[in-house]
């Protein structure tokens, strides 16, 4: 059964940083395409970005509103993928949830972490 | 980045079916055969229900199946139960870019 789980959600003030971290087990962690999902409170589901296996090239891509502010990495050595976000503004206080991802689907979830950004 | 077209909310009564449309543009729903549907209960995370526009995941109820015709993907659930009810998304690949649709939230009476 495949697993993963977020942390490093915070209370931040805007224009501060954080790093959410995504750990999974139960499966072939560095053979994964990864992604992550955000949903501010009350609202929908809104996709923030992927990143394929470092065997087919480790590319990443992110969503138009957090372009040059969010980056996603990983590390296979600790089955665990990163976003770091830089520049945090109001709208980006959400609920991050990490997911599988592959053939434009979202297999397996986290259970998600929470981002308050605010003064 | 405009999100998919959804219904914000339909009922139904137990036995009863449904159908849930998300409407978007030849750029994502129409251009790949990419669209996939969640289930979500308050407070939770979602669960894949459909995906590749009508593939169901092992585990997944033959009462949900989905199509595609041209930029509109359906999800219909038949014989409603009262454990249906939910919030339901759809989501389409658009080219190193994934849209999800607003939501619909499904009360089963």
């Known amino acids: 059964e495949v697993e993963l789980e977020e942390s490093g959600g915070a209370l931040v003030e805007p224009g501060g940083s954080l790093r959410l971290s995504c750990v999974g087990s139960?499966?072939?962690?560095?053979?994964?395409?990864l992604s992550w999902v955000r949903q501010a409170p009350g609202k929908g589901l809104e996709w923030v970005g992927r990143i394929q296996p470092n065997t087919e090239g480790g590319t990443t891509d992110v969503a138009a509103p957090v372009k040059g502010r969010f980056t996603i990495s990983r590390d296979d050595s600790k089955s665990t993928m990163y976003l770091q976000m830089n520049s945090l503004t109001v709208e980006d206080t959400a609920v991050y949830y990490c997911?599988?991802?592959?053939?434009?689907?979202?297999?397996?979830w986290g259970q998600g972490t929470l981002v308050t950004v605010s003064s | 980045q405009s999100a998919l077209t959804q219904i914000a909310s339909v009922s139904g009564s137990p036995g009863q079916s449904i159908t849930i449309s998300c409407t978007g543009t030849?750029?994502?729903?129409?251009?790949?055969?990419?669209v996939s549907w969640y289930k979500q209960h308050p407070g939770k995370a979602p669960k894949l229900m459909i995906s590749e526009v009508n593939k169901r995941p092992s585990g997944i109820s033959n009462r949900f199946s989905a199509s595609k015709s041209g930029n509109t993907a359906s999800l219909t659930i038949s014989g409603l139960q009262a454990e249906d009810e939910a919030d339901y998304y759809c989501c389409s690949y658009a080219g190193r870019r994934l849209v999800f649709g607003g939501g619909t939230k499904l009360t089963v009476l």
């Open positions: 139960g499966l072939v962690f560095s053979q994964a395409w």
């Open positions: 997911a599988t991802y592959g053939s434009g689907s979202f297999f397996d």
């Open positions: 030849s750029s994502d729903v129409g251009g790949y055969n990419f």
